[in-house]
């Protein structure tokens, strides 16, 4: 198959380069269509229950995450001039279009007793602007007494206040959300040029808005960095430009393609999807150094091109795809989770890896064999004197050291098995986010000042109509809400209670005495005043339902990390929430866009076990389909499990949590190391039948010659992985930093610890009539004699004159 798959690429080999333009073009087109996903990572499955309860809470009171909040904390505020200013302000962000709501001191709706009419209205509490400090200072007296506003707009401990801004939840969705928070952030920077007032953003539209922009810029800047740092160890390597510029046309056209991917599968860029340019490039060049590097040692070994062409993929291609085989499989293994992000990340990049190994099988021998015949300069890399030195070094270890091997290692493993244990899988709203940028810093502000600023909703469903405005009810909601006020981390409660105590307030001539709930008295009296509003967009519109049987406790959170939430909420919340509601028949659910965050650790931690799993699972399959030797697939295997439970207990050690970028790490350095070990064993196995199944010695050739191709592959790997710690988020830094380590140790235990395996439990003995797929491969540094020819008659031959004057063959 190989032998006719190089006749065909040689001979067809310019309208292959116009299929793969066009496929190119085709992909850049769909591209350009693709969006950016502004929702928090989705890591909870849509069958879930929570997820199905928060959808169907949007549904009846709408997106709790469409509140953006511009906090103020400066006594200069409370001045006539800026207060002004702050009245300009939010009339300023009300005609922002996108927005529906813009609340602030500076321009309250109060509710107020229509007496004629009896039924409260809602009217604005400021007529005329106060012209001196006396008449804003009654203003803001007035304020104070309205105890609705209390904790919610202004702390009376610090001075603080807030202007709270509702937002479309279809501008929230769509490409006009960038635009609607440059839109406030412009107004907001000239009120802070006027009065020389820091501001400060929060809330989830805000920061969705500031990730996302962070995503596209980081596709850039990671994306050329990756290529910089590629280009530069391919010419350090190849010393020629050529081997520069068309390994990156490769890769190029891969992250063009896995961009359409993403389009024609309907998938958004998202924290994850956005690094997918990026580990294209990192992982898709060793296909090129494979390629390129048997070709220039097939040429000097015998100076014909368009042989050593055909050669490279008659002898590399099987091998190829079952590196790129292994690889992907590490990330197609995520698309057995549960979690949409990481399934649509494991899916584009594992479609995306078989791409490249298409792309380069077909491109790299189709352009070299149009471009001259490599020089003297171009072959000198088949030498590199410190490569000789190191695998000489490994080759005594092995020899020599192996008890010390297995003794360093046992005790490497023992020490990483207790750092596994300690890691946690702790994240944040805004984890990734740099701990001293403005966006951190802000919702500190907001945690300081007003309990938090992340959405929690408490759902209350009394089963029957017109339930929730009962009075013994609303008692008990209310004493529900004094114990969840007492939490430091959540804010003040809102709903229908705040309400109508704010309504009682109304009713006696707006006295801060009577923010209270109705006595069996009043009650009649103000309920009458509500009801004449019912049907109408009225003052509890927001919080109930227009049956009045269910209703929302609005609450704003800390971002106290998942643990803490979790204990907050299972611990603390519920079993007070069942003692208090535990003679009725209510229905009470706690949803909103935080505990799912939460949740959704749960997920990873349980879909990160199942994803190793089958990894495993399938490697092992694809071993034992190479090798066909139970005692081969364990000893291959064992040597990139090392790395992967010393990664895990360096997370361990130093804190770093589970979350979706560095759970990523495992699968990832899984499917990559596996290739070194393919390369290792193809070859002893073949140096094993060359030295009458003599182990000591076809360790010994095996280091020699694929040992050189291990560090160098592996030296690709880790540069290009280690771009990522330029990121600005804390998951990425850690998945570069940690995936180039394990890449490192991987590369040590499988030049180490697996050719020492062999040497103690390998007897070399093989089967002569058994030949297995591995037989097919051919490593790709070191010479070795052809087992085939390739018929060169049947290629057409022309004249063509190379640089130097000499003619080639060549394929017409």
């Known amino acids: 198959m190989w032998t006719k798959l190089a006749h065909n690429v040689i001979k067809f080999r310019l309208p292959l380069i116009i299929i793969l333009a066009l496929i190119t073009i085709f992909m850049g087109y769909r591209a350009k269509n693709i969006e950016m996903d502004y929702d928090l990572a989705q890591m909870v499955p849509d069958t879930d229950v929570d997820f199905i309860a928060l959808n169907k809470f949007k549904d009846l009171f709408g997106d709790d995450g469409n509140i953006l909040a511009i906090g103020i904390k400066d006594s200069s505020l409370y001045e006539p001039q800026n207060f002004a200013r702050l009245n300009y302000l939010a009339r300023a962000i009300n005609d922002v279009e996108g927005v529906t709501n813009v609340l602030s001191i500076a321009n309250l709706q109060q509710i107020q007793k229509n007496t004629a009419e009896q039924r409260f209205e809602m009217r604005p509490m400021i007529d005329e602007l106060p012209e001196n400090q006396e008449e804003l200072d009654s203003l803001l007296g007035k304020i104070v007494d309205e105890k609705f506003y209390s904790g919610q707009l202004i702390n009376l401990e610090t001075g603080a206040t807030a202007i709270v801004i509702s937002v479309d939840e279809k501008v929230l969705n769509s490409a006009d959300r960038q635009r609607l928070m440059q839109d406030i952030i412009q107004v907001g920077d000239a009120f802070a040029a006027k009065t020389s007032i820091e501001l400060h953003y929060a809330g989830l539209p805000f920061v969705r808005s500031v990730m996302m922009g962070k995503v596209r810029q980081e596709i850039i800047k990671l994306l050329v960095l990756s290529v910089l740092v590629t280009a530069f160890i391919l010419l350090l390597f190849f010393r020629s430009w050529d081997a520069v510029l068309f390994p990156l046309l490769v890769i190029f056209s891969v992250v063009i393609w896995s961009m359409g991917t993403l389009d024609l599968l309907g998938y958004k860029v998202t924290i994850l999807t956005g690094l997918i340019p990026t580990i294209i490039v990192v992982i898709g060049i060793p296909n090129s150094i494979y390629l390129l590097n048997k070709y220039h040692q097939e040429f000097d070994q015998h100076g014909n091109k368009i042989k050593a062409i055909s050669t490279i993929i008659r002898k590399i291609g099987v091998v190829t795809l079952i590196t790129n085989f292994t690889t992907a499989v590490g990330f197609l293994v995520l698309a057995v989770t549960d979690i949409k992000l990481l399934r649509e990340f494991g899916i584009v990049v594992g479609i995306n890896i078989f791409a490249t190994f298409i792309v380069s099988i077909i491109l790299i021998p189709a352009v070299f064999s149009y471009l001259p015949k490599p020089g003297r300069k171009q072959l000198k890399h088949l030498n590199f004197k410190m490569t000789d030195f190191m695998v000489v070094w490994l080759n005594k270890v092995v020899h ?266 495992f699968s990832i350095a899984f499917g990559i190391s596996v290739d070194d070990t393919i390369h290792f064993l193809a070859k002893y196995r073949q140096e094993l039948f060359a030295n009458n199944f003599f182990v000591p010695i076809a360790v010994t050739k095996t280091l020699k010659e694929t040992g050189k191709s291990m560090i160098y592959t592996s030296i690709v790997l880790f540069a290009g992985f280690i771009v990522f710690v330029a990121s600005d988020f804390g998951g990425t830094v850690a998945l570069g930093f940690l995936t180039s380590a394990t890449l490192l140790v991987a590369m040590l235990t499988n030049l180490i610890v697996l050719p020492s395996l062999l040497l103690t439990f390998d007897d070399g003995k093989r089967r002569k009539d058994v030949h297995p797929i591995i037989e097919q491969y051919d490593d790709n540094f070191y010479v070795a004699s052809d087992d085939e020819e390739i018929d060169l008659k049947k290629i057409s031959k022309a004249n063509r004159t190379s640089s130097d004057g000499d003619s080639e063959e060549k394929n017409t």
């Open 400 to 665: 020599g050291h192996r008890t010390k091997v297995y003794v360093t290692t046992g005790i490497i493993i023992v020490v990483s098995f207790v750092g596994l244990f300690k890691i946690n899988s702790i994240s944040y709203m805004i984890d990734d986010l740099p701990e001293d940028g403005k966006t951190k810093t802000d919702l500190r502000f907001f945690e300081q000042n007003f309990s938090g600023i992340m959405p929690l909703e408490v759902v209350i469903n009394t089963g029957k109509k017109r339930g929730i405005v009962q009075l013994n009810t609303l008692r008990k909601v209310e004493e529900f809400e004094q114990f969840l006020d007492s939490i430091p981390a959540i804010s003040q409660p809102v709903s229908i209670v705040s309400m109508i105590k704010s309504a009682r307030q109304a009713y006696y001539n707006n006295n801060p005495a009577f923010y209270s709930l109705p006595s069996q008295r009043d009650y009649g009296f103000i309920m009458r005043y509500l009801k004449q509003e019912e049907g109408q967009q009225d003052v509890m519109s927001n919080f109930t339902d227009e049956d009045l049987q269910k209703m929302r406790i609005s609450l704003k959170v800390a971002d106290i990390g998942s643990d803490k939430m979790d204990v907050l909420l299972e611990d603390v919340i519920k079993p007070r929430m069942t003692q208090i509601f535990e003679n009725t028949d209510f229905e009470i659910t706690i949803t909103g866009t935080t505990p799912i965050f939460i949740k959704g650790n749960r997920y990873l931690v349980e879909n990160l076990r199942l994803s190793l799993l089958v990894a495993f699972t399938v490697i092992a399959f694809v071993m034992g389909l190479l090798f066909s030797n139970l005692r081969m697939i364990i000893i291959s295997l064992v040597p990139n499990m090392i790395p992967l439970i010393i990664t895990a207990g360096v997370m361990g050690y130093f804190g770093v949590p589970l979350k979706p970028s560095t759970a990523l790490i």
